[in-house]
């Protein structure tokens, strides 16, 4: 059976995340006392989502293990609501900032590190932390997209939830410099106002784009699993379905 090594696993994924958020908290920066925290970095807030997420997932594996064969309808129903919600967030924000904010670093890291991640903060953050927040993000979800399907929402509500997600965070990022005079990232400092009216764009429909991919990878994932060759039989032991009413 899968589901017993897929709770191990989301168990060990949840207690990285707790780690990786509990280390970082604790390194003294001098960004983390001015106007915002950590709160004003997409990294960190990617890191809760990531943890709250995986948190939902082992609260839905408990409840799937505890209702299974208890005939209990209340307890199902319950059991699809907390279902839904793991789903949403997955499709919503789990997947497509995970994405972007892996993406995203190490592609202006390549370019110029000082843009996005100045050498300075090699005296704060050590290197095994640096990849908790900006590499294991990426293998950790996927991990979790192959190992148990997930019902996206309609096209429509999901894509209008990243906008607003999306717009939401740059208009923090924005009101964060009208209050401080600082941009939360260097390389914003650099260029003018129509490149970063066309940046800020620009990462909106990064940001769609990667739900779209999430969606397609999703179904491309399990149509094929769900898909036996010609002749051949499908093995459920390798399908993690959720429990009917």
């Known amino acids: 059976m899968a589901l017993v090594p897929c709770q191990v696993l989301r168990v060990a994924i949840l207690l990285s995340y707790c780690s990786i958020l509990c280390n970082y908290k604790a390194i003294e920066m001098p960004s983390h006392q001015t106007y915002g925290g950590s709160w004003k970095f997409l990294t960190f807030i990617d890191l809760v989502i990531q943890a709250v997420f995986f948190g939902i997932c082992v609260l839905t594996d408990l409840s799937s293990l505890l209702t299974r064969g208890s005939g209990n309808q209340e307890q199902e129903r319950q059991l699809k609501k907390l279902i839904s919600l793991r789903d949403w967030m997955l499709a919503v924000l789990a997947f497509p900032v995970g994405v972007f904010v892996v993406a995203v670093f190490w592609i202006i890291y390549a370019y110029d590190r000082e843009m996005i991640y100045p050498k300075l903060l090699d005296n704060f953050i050590p290197g ?22 997930h019902e996206y929402p309609s096209r429509r509500s999901g894509l209008t939830a990243i906008c607003t997600f999306s717009v939401g965070y740059i208009l923090w990022v924005c009101w964060v410099h009208h209050v401080t005079g600082m941009w939360v990232y260097p390389f914003l400092e650099h260029i003018g106002p129509g490149a970063r009216i066309l940046f800020f764009g620009s990462t909106t429909i990064l940001m769609n784009f990667l739900y779209l991919l999430g969606e397609v990878l999703n179904s491309y994932i399990w149509d094929t699993q769900r898909k036996p060759p010609s002749g051949q039989d499908v093995d459920t032991n390798f399908i993690y379905t959720e429990p009917s009413s």
């Open 128 to 149: 095994w932390l640096n990849h908790g927040m900006h590499t294991t993000v990426l293998p950790f979800i996927l991990i979790e997209m192959r190992t148990s399907h």
